[in-house]
Structures are given as C-alpha cells and as structure tokens.
C-alpha cells in the first residue's frame, strides 16, 4: 500500500485467516463537505475494522456482512454529520475470502478482483459503472472529473453507481461471484491506483500476476508509478494522474502477501 505522491493514503487493506479486503477513499470534491466531519480515511478505517469482525465467520454471506458494515460505519458517525447528504465520504471495496470448498468475491466501486486460475487464464471483476454513467459532465479543474453536482444525483443510486458508507442497499448492487477453491490458484484485490496498469497501461492480468510472483507487491507499485510518470498525456484519463495504490494477494494454499 502506497500514498499517491505529496498526499493522505485513503486506502486500507485487512487479511485474515482466508480473507482478505481492500478499501479505497470515495470523496471528497473541492468545496464539498459531504455533510460530514471526519476526514475520508477515518470512514474507511471505521468500515476495515467493521469488514474484518464480521468476515471470519464463514456461515454470514458477504452482502450481509457488508450490508452490516456499512450499518455500524453510519452509527459510528456523530449528530454533527449528515450522513443523508449524496456526496457522504465512503470507499469503494474489493473483498474475498477462501471457504473450504468456495472462493467468493465481492466488489463494489472501482475496485477489483481477479481471479487466477493458472492454464485457464484470469478473469478480472472490475466494478465499472462509474465509467459508464450516460452523458457525464466531466469539469476540466486540478484533474478532470465528474461534476460534484451530477454526481450527488448518481452515487448510490439505480442506473448510477454504488459505494460503501452511509447506504446499506449498496451492499444488494455489489458484483458477486464464487467459484471451486479447487479451479483457483490465488486471488488479487487492488484500489484503482493498481488496476490502471491494465486498464490504462496495457498490461495483462498475468503480467501482473507474474510480476507479485517474481518481485512482490512493491514492484507492482513501483511499476505503476513508473508509467503514471513516462505516461505522454495524463489528462487524457478521468482522475488523478497518480493515485493510492494497494494491491492483496490471497492464496488458496497458503495465505496472503
């Protein structure tokens, strides 16, 4: 886990005993509050600690689970918050977790999951709605974005896309999945600030996969600084020109790196 450069990390990670989770910052925007006090990384922080109570329990189903995170996330916040307001500081989130028989995923943001299933190639669950909202009013300021005020009437909303934080329905949007423990190799779960390797870099799943083999998720970061800094047009991307960057991976033999 890395900061972008010259900023506050608002990611987090957590692994267990056949788990594992990654958060990711959503919000603020210049000018807004969001209705709330705390800076962003607290409620990211306040959902890791909720996530990583209730995800050793193998009989709770991971939209539960998140569905009470967010729950005991809103109930951590004082009066002096709006939790109501659209644009209430929240994180997007990939988690996992290695049952006895099952792998099984959960994403919802831009965050991501791969799985590795060696000859039978990765396949990526990436959360990417928030890059198909119809007709989007992207504003060229510090980094070109969405509009605070178009998103206010997208964010957890039907048609829009769905973050962890102060709605309990965006755990019933999540992108959800299992598959045989026996068919899976290893499981990677990254923020955005890795999986732009591939989705703006041209990497390959498996290049990733071979690099944290070879070099460890240190190289992973380093390559992605590596190409944020020789990339020739950095405005031509919505977003930050660097951003945090986390990456898990989850061993179905082992344990985690």
């Known amino acids: 886990m890395e900061a972008a450069p010259t900023s506050t990390n608002e990611d987090r990670f957590a692994v267990g ?7 990711d910052g959503a ?4 000018g807004e509050s969001g209705g709330c006090v705390h800076p962003v990384a607290w409620v990211v922080e306040r959902l890791t600690a909720h996530l990583s109570a209730c995800l050793p329990h193998p009989d709770r189903p991971l939209t539960t689970i998140v569905r009470s995170a967010i729950k005991a996330t809103m109930a951590d916040h004082g009066p002096t918050c709006d939790i109501t307001d659209p644009l209430s500081p929240g994180a997007t989130g990939a988690v996992a977790r290695v049952g006895k028989d099952q792998v099984e995923w959960l994403v919802l943001g831009d965050a991501a999951v791969v799985i590795d299933q060696g000859a039978n190639g990765c396949t990526s669950i990436v959360d990417d709605r928030v890059d198909h909202l119809p007709d989007a009013p992207v504003v060229e300021g510090r980094v070109r974005t969405y509009s605070p005020a178009y998103v206010a009437t997208v964010r957890n909303q039907p048609n829009g896309f769905w973050v962890l934080g102060a709605v309990p329905d965006a755990a019933d949007h999540a992108l959800v999945g299992s598959l045989p423990r026996r068919s899976v190799d290893q499981v ?3 923020s955005d600030g890795v999986s732009r390797l591939t989705e703006r870099y041209a990497w390959t799943w498996r290049e990733v996969f071979d690099l944290h083999a ?11 600084r590596t190409a944020e800094l020789d990339d020739p047009n950095p405005r031509r991307w919505r977003g930050k020109r660097h951003d945090d960057a986390t990456v898990v991976v989850l061993r179905t033999d082992t344990g985690s790196d």
């Open 214 to 224: 070879t070099s460890g998720p240190e190289a992973l970061i380093r390559a992605v």
């Open 188 to 190: 990677l779960l990254c």
């Open 27 to 30: 919000g603020r925007y210049p």
């Open 17 to 23: 005993d056949g788990w594992a989770l990654v958060l």
